[in-house]
């Protein structure tokens, strides 16, 4: 009886059948939905998709043109800041929620708070908090300093600051949340163990703690980029994409000439850009990540 | 965003709704109070001559967020019964798919190739001999509208033209009054430029440069000059911190701007706020410069459905809106200028007279919208957007952006 196992390919048999739409979702939609994407990319496509290639002509228009390098500079610039800030407020504000504080519940709701508001509710909270007219500098010049000078919205220079304070408003209270779900699971004993051997506290955070709850650190780092990359609603929100095109982002730039543009080819070539900027992130990453392990 | 195309068939599926016999839907983007009150007019008309029914599909946002609406619907196989585009290229690859119905028969049927003013309006709707949509106004770009109050408190004459104008910037700021309002939106940067354009080089050199491509005069003297007269526009325009085309029509019509360029759509929101023009208001078309309108403009399209009642009800309503009672009902509510000549508007006011003036005497042009594509519009939008908000880029550099445009549009 134990000899005739069945074949490989029927152990299992419903748990298979069962994953096969999903498997198909990933097939036919996704990697489907993309090598489409990318071969017409390579035509010039205007309202509707159609077959006429035309070499990478809409590439080089890509490069060539202002608003996409303006567009991948504030990425740039959002990405970086995005990372690191939202990275050390959240775990310092986990570091202090940590420390068997009174309140605790009260003040993780507070922080997490903001995470719970769409991007299209917190670009417009943000930009009237940042109107010269109405938000910060109007109640701090009521305060008496008349010369007080904050309209990041409206300098094409630094928007994209003014928009990365809104993004960090709402993104840093799950970065705390995710940290101190890590802090939580550092067993107390290796606490116990840092203090008698006299190491201070911020010692044992650096090189004990966040060694140890590295895994957190990278789901964490993988939410925030893929926050990054599909940033866009905040900024239609906020800002339009404006003073002039000063705070214009890659995602908006692909919608545009899709859709108001009515240039899929553009569109396209653009959106390309963005998935060959993500893979060049991730591929060495999922590499030394994976393919490490598989030699211990 | 690779997966656009999935979403638009998506969302073309989500917003499927039945369209039951000769009730015909509607679907255009005119929201704002005197569009709907205009729009309204449609309808009525459209309700008391035939015996079908107005489905009113309004679309919130402007063309820009209307036009994906409206084009995923139609290829996604749930078309409407029919829709609003500005007549001109927009709807080129529609044509070319097949997906709009021929309306020659009704073109035909009520004789618009004689009643339509100027025939440029029906060629823009004419591919391959045959007729494809129902020009339903005429809008123009090229009105200069002033504050007859700001000038005034600023101690200068209101301008003639342009060149007053300008002169007449250093007096208004010094009164404290932003000598010109221009909104943040991207389309009114370049519409304000495409009038300096079409005014100060003059209609012949806006035909050559986007109706052929012509490079060489893109990068000219005359063009250069344009540049020039933009930048003076910046200058004038900055610290005008408005969004909405309306809201910096209402810097003017509580005379704390000078002056805005934009078309006669304008001309609703001094109605709306009981200006009367000649008094409080002042309105230059051509800039004063060149007395000439563009004849853009909007028009009904009729998507292919297969369904005869449905057909019936296009070509009732086709016909139902170049009535001469229709267009009346319809234009002195919209402020745009009717698509016949031979009916009577006169119950318009001076700045409408005017247009209608100029339009008898054949001083109009083509609209950008029937020269460009979607496409080229979109970088001349880029490029003038990020010139007027940034002083930081001179007037050089963007005629060679501008020219590299024109050289590569299609």
Redesign the interface.
């Known amino acids: 009886m134990a000899a005739a196992r069945p074949l490989g390919l029927f152990r299992n048999i419903n748990a298979k059948i069962a994953a096969i739409p999903m498997v198909l979702t990933a097939l036919v ?2 990697t489907g ?2 090598i ?2 990318v071969v017409y990319s390579f035509t010039n496509s ?4 159609r077959e006429k290639f035309v070499g990478f002509q809409q590439y080089e ?1 890509l490069w ?4 996409w390098n303006v567009a991948i500079e504030n990425l740039l610039i959002y990405g970086a800041c995005m990372v690191v800030f939202s990275l050390v407020i959240g775990f310092v504000l986990a570091a202090l929620l940590d420390q068997k504080i009174r309140f605790e519940n009260t003040f993780r709701t507070i922080l997490l708070y903001p995470f719970a508001l769409s991007f299209i509710v917190t670009g417009l909270v943000w930009q009237w908090l940042l109107n ?1 007219d109405f938000g910060i500098q109007s109640v701090i010049r009521a305060l008496g300093w008349e010369s007080f000078d904050f309209d990041p919205l ?1 300098n ?1 220079d630094i928007v994209i600051y003014g928009v990365l304070i809104a993004g960090l408003w709402q993104g840093t209270g799950l970065v705390m949340c995710l940290m101190l779900a890590g802090l939580r699971g550092i067993d107390q004993e290796i606490w116990k163990a840092a203090r008698v051997d006299g190491i201070p506290m911020w010692k044992t955070y650096i090189f004990i703690v966040i060694p140890m709850i590295r895994p957190v650190f990278i789901t964490t780092l993988v939410i925030i980029a893929s926050g990054i990359v ?1 940033l866009y609603d905040l900024i239609v929100a906020q800002t ?1 994409g ?5 705070s214009d982002v890659p ?1 908006k730039y ?1 919608y ?8 899929l080819g ?2 396209f070539a653009a ?2 850009m ?2 060959l900027a993500v893979l060049v992130v991730i591929i060495p990453w999922a590499y030394l990540e994976f393919g490490g392990k598989k030699r211990v | ?6 979403l638009m068939a998506g969302t073309a599926l989500c917003a499927g709704s039945a369209v039951s016999a000769a009730d015909l839907e509607v679907t255009h983007w005119w929201t704002s109070g005197g569009e709907a009150a205009a729009v309204q007019q449609f309808a009525t008309e459209f309700e008391g001559q035939t015996e079908h029914k107005w489905i009113d599909g309004a679309i919130a946002g402007g063309g ?1 967020t209307a ?2 609406v409206m ?1 995923s619907r139609i ?1 996604g196989g749930d078309p409407m019964g029919a829709f609003q585009f500005n007549h001109g290229r ?1 709807a ?3 044509i070319e ?1 097949g997906l709009l119905r021929d309306m020659t028969h009704v073109a035909e049927a009520e004789g618009w190739t004689d009643i339509v003013n100027p025939p440029s309006l029906l060629d823009a709707c004419t591919v391959d001999g045959k007729i494809y949509c129902a020009p339903v106004n005429i809008h123009s770009w090229q009105w200069l509208w002033l504050s007859n109050g700001a000038f005034e408190t600023a101690g200068v004459d209101v301008p003639a033209n342009w060149d007053e104008f300008v002169a007449a910037a250093p007096a208004l700021k010094e009164a404290g009054i932003q000598p010109m309002a221009l909104g ?3 389309w009114q940067s370049s519409g304000a430029f495409n009038v300096l354009m079409a005014t100060l080089a003059g209609p012949d050199v806006l035909q050559k440069v986007y109706g052929d491509g012509d490079a060489d005069l893109a990068g000219g003297e005359e063009m250069a000059r344009v540049f020039k007269a933009a930048e003076d526009m910046r200058g004038m325009v900055e610290g005008s ?1 408005v ?1 909405d085309w309306n809201q910096a029509t209402n810097l003017v019509i509580t005379d704390a701007a000078g002056g805005q360029i934009m078309g006669d759509w304008a001309q609703g929101e001094f109605a709306v706020a009981g200006e009367v023009a000649g008094e409080d208001y002042t309105c230059l078309p051509g800039l004063g410069v060149i007395e000439v309108l563009s004849t853009g403009g909007d028009a009904f399209y009729f998507p292919e459905t297969g369904d005869a009642e449905i057909e019936a009800a296009q070509d009732a309503l086709a016909a139902t809106l170049l009535k001469p009672q229709t267009q009346v009902a319809f234009n002195l509510k919209k402020g745009s200028l009717p698509i016949r000549g031979d009916v009577d508007l006169a119950s318009a006011n001076d700045c409408m007279k005017k247009g209608l003036q100029l339009l008898a005497d054949g001083k109009t042009m083509p609209d950008v919208n029937m020269l460009n ?3 080229t ?3 001349l939008n ?2 003038f ?6 002083p930081s880029i001179s007037a050089d550099d963007a005629q060679a ?1 501008f020219v ?1 445009i024109v050289e ?1 549009k299609d």
């Open positions: 939609v996704f939905g993309t489409w994407t205007k309202l509707l998709p228009r060539g043109t202002e608003r010269p409206y094409a599909r339009g404006g003073p002039g095109i000063a995602a692909v545009d000439y899709m859709f108001q543009g009515q240039n553009q569109g959106s390309t963005m998935l | 965003m690779t997966f656009r195309t999935i820009g036009r994906p084009v290829i927009q080129e690859e529609l798919a943040g939106q991207p911190n969004q594509t979607e496409d519009n979109n970088q880029d490029l957007v990020q010139f007027f908000q940034d952006r590299s590569n």
